[in-house]
């Protein structure tokens, strides 16, 4: 049976309305005393699971997951893609240069995922590349303003809000591969008539990949109690959701 | 100086729902529930958050509410039960805790309405679309179960090899007994609302169209004698109790289920999600279409598909 992965046990309760917001987070809410956190994991679903939703709900993606995508739109998104994915290990890294010594764990878990995330870049240039687009032109592709904007805030966020808010980035990303990813590619691959993994190499292996990611996270998160860090996780998580929905939507 | 919260009908209709619209009927002490979580019908965290402030709302202001109403705003569609995006992500991410937290929230929502009687509510639902899994488990234990005839109803969770754990198993052996119970969970059989009219499951069948008037119709028939029909009703809960702490194993069986689906189980459940987008997304086909095609339609008693292993039930 799958553990609560060592975090301590929680008594949850739907009673709690005192906020005036709705959402995730009242369904999901911890009780007992006031010290006693929710498993920030839980924590992260509950208090973005609008932005999930609203990110698997948006016209663009519904209709890409329905009939899949013309190959010009398939280009452009996975242009964008790579920016994004070449930026995703500098921002771990600089996170991890500056969390401190107390959130060791965390600044350990980013030195293992950026090791396993190396080189992933090339893995959406050769999509790219299967779908038509030379190398150069990635490398020289400039990104949109919703690209900039998400590696902008991250590498803010790392730097100047919270190391830790890395994790929300993460959240977001891996979310969007390990739940959308496998359908999104097959959608994809359907439409545009690839075979095998040529053209979706990226988006399917991560569909798969990411789903031991996402238990790994789960588990570094529930160690975190810290509470500036935890605002700046879900902070961030709910940008990252924000951002790439925006993406989706323009291209 | 600060304003005392509202109270009675003000603080139930005074809310800002984003997923539900209510409606207050003065002459009956009515309330109906309409619900719209867009764009996709199903019970998600918000979703259920908001019906249970709802429910909390009324439990805080006994007697205001004789007749609680459900029914959906969305065509087509009454609800598509668990979020399923959302289970994709616990089970990946092997999170038993917030998955049998899901269930449990679930659990509270039908065993409100199982208690309804004690209120001094009845409850009546009107559903006029397709309603799976968890939005199916959510109808039973309503007292008046009204379906217009082109709904269908099932629970699929046996495709993906998962079951309904949120009070399927005890409300369909309530209502039709252990047989038919057996027989619609172990299937993953859809069910046209005249199949189920006669499993018991759904008290009235009414032509498309003709739902609203049923409804009606209904809560003004029981409305004078209602203080009889409650005690009655709570009566009958007393003849066949279904215990609390039986609704929360199962749902902590479901948990542990669910930790164990495979990628094939989770790629099937994937695959109703996308459905279920598609049809939000403007298409005409959706979630229980793509059940019909998951290579399992023998075991499906449905007429209109041609494949009708039931059909000597008729």
Redesign the interface.
Known sequence: ?????G?EE?V?A??D?SR?E???????RAESSPMQQM?L??EV??RT??A??AF??H?A???A??HGIPVERYRALLLELYHVVWHFNPVCAAAASRIPDAQRQIRYFLYEHVHEESGHEQWVMNDLEAVGVAPAVTTAHVPSPFTQALNGYNYWSADRRHPCSVLGMLYALE?IA???G??FSA?VKEALLLEGERGISFLGSHA?M??KH??E??LVLNTLHDEAAREAIVDSALVNFHHFTRIIEVV | MRSNPPTGVPQLLG?????LRLEWNSELSLLRVRTFV???QCY???G???M??VL?DITANPGLVRHLVLTSDVTGVFNFGG?L??F???V???????LR??G??CV?LVWWMENAAQRGVHTTVLVQGDTLGGGLESVLPFHKVIFERSAQAGFPEVLFNLFPGMGAWNFTIRKAGFAIANEMILSGTLYTADQLYRRGLVDMVVNDGEGEAALDQAIRTVDPRLRGTLAALQAQRFAAPIPYDSLLSIVDQW??TA?GLT?RDL?LM??L??AQ??K??G?DEGAVEELKKLELDTAWGEERTGITAWGDLH
């Open positions: 049976m799958g553990g609560s992965g975090m929680v949850w739907a009673q309305h005036a709705t959402g995730g987070e009242t369904a999901l498993p994991f839980a679903v509950a699971d609008e999930r939703r698997e709900t016209p993606l519904l209709d997951m329905a979310v390990s739940v959308y496998g359908p959608a798969t990411d789903a996402m238990a996270l789960r | 809310r800002p729902y984003k997923y867009k764009p996709i998600s965290l918000a259920l958050a908001e249970q402030r909390d979020d995006a959302l994709v992500l616990l990946r991410a092997q999170d038993f805790d917030s937290l899901y449990r929230r509270d948990a542990e930790m990628n790629r994937e695959r999600a996308r987008a598609r939000a997304g298409a």
